[in-house]
């Protein structure tokens, strides 16, 4: 094999496009999987709701009387969305015609029945809403669209008990937002998982606080690298910590960065701030990143408002890198002619992993 060969990604260049491609993965890469949609802390008090979005597909996540339940985000009656805005507090009610349905999506309330429609049990049963799996482990809320395959502790494996340390330790939500940007989902999977292009991209932020000696490992599909901090962010760090009392956690006291597949990444600092970021695909080039951060459990403070506001500052000044970058790629891949992979160096492995196993559920799915 030549060194050509060698570094190959998987993903041929026109996947990155392509509409039939995106229809096909949606029903191969995220409807089989494990998808992060939100927290349980927004999901706390009953008819707390939040949605996502997957292609042409909503999602809604919603606290039924203190059970959390997903369903397809469409009405039975005429199929209007139900839940129009990305979280909120309302009842699982149709905005269009008024239809509210219960736990189990069954449609308990609809206006003049009696007169317009005389359903009764055993037709609200047939007019029940698409149902999902939930399942929760720590602060996230995870839902599959197909039922059937690995339970959630077996699909993360060895990071299923990551995810419940980090909820344990990061209590303290910095922020929490969501923004649409132009490129394939793909390539911000492929970008947040190798930091290649640290030096460039980010040489006013992320170069200025982490060493490259990095780390990684595969658990599955999913994959880590660990990395060191430089010594202006130890210090920068500390004192934080000394100002807020900030209780680390004893596990990555530098850095880490998790990638979930099929589209989360995660990282860990100091063992004090989460970032978590998950990219939905809502057309072959535009996809939503919902970002969210958590400081560790701290005492609070003066001074914790402005932590939290240079913490939100860096994160958009990262953020604001990488939108800009992701949009050149997209031109770029739209633009070329072959539809060889992209060439992934070591550094890369990382993305090429993720490559990898997207492309062992899409094998033969299209042209």
Known sequence: MSMFEARLGAIPADFYHRADVLDAEIEHVFKPAWVCAGFTEDLKNPNDFLTTRLGKHSIVVQNMKGEIRAFRNVCAHRFSRIQCDAHGNRPLTCPYHGWTYDGEGKPIGIPMNGQSFQFDDADRARLALDQYEVSIVGNF??????????????????????LEHL?????????????????????????????????????????LILNLDLEISTEKEHSRYLGTLKERSIKW?????????????????DYVSFLIYPNIIITFSYGA???????????????????????????????????????RAFTAHVRD???????????????????RPPMLG??????????????????????
């Open 321 to 339: 890198d990488d939108e800009k970058i992701l949009a050149v790629n997209q031109d770029g891949v739209e633009d070329v002619e072959t539809i």
């Open 273 to 311: 701030f989460m970032t978590f970021q998950t990219f939905d695909p809502v057309a072959p080039d535009r996809f939503v990143i919902k970002t969210a951060a958590w400081l560790a459990e701290n005492r609070s403070g003066a001074a914790r408002p402005v932590v939290h506001e240079a913490l």
């Open 237 to 253: 760090w500390a004192g934080v910590c000394k100002s807020i009392g900030v209780k680390r956690s004893e596990r990555y006291q």
């Open 167 to 207: 909820s344990a330790v990061c209590t303290d939500r910095v922020e929490n937002e969501r923004f649409e940007w132009r490129g394939n989902w793909k390539l911000s999977m492929d970008n947040s998982g190798e930091a290649y292009h640290v030096p460039l991209v980010h040489s006013e932020n992320f170069q």
């Open 141 to 162: 809320v995870f839902v599959r669209m197909v039922p059937g395959g690995e339970d959630l502790k077996t699909f993360l494996g060895a990071y299923y008990e990551e």
């Open 346 to 367: 070591v550094i890369e492995g990382r993305t090429k992993h993720f490559q990898q196993a997207y492309m062992a559920h899409m094998q033969g799915r299209v042209e």
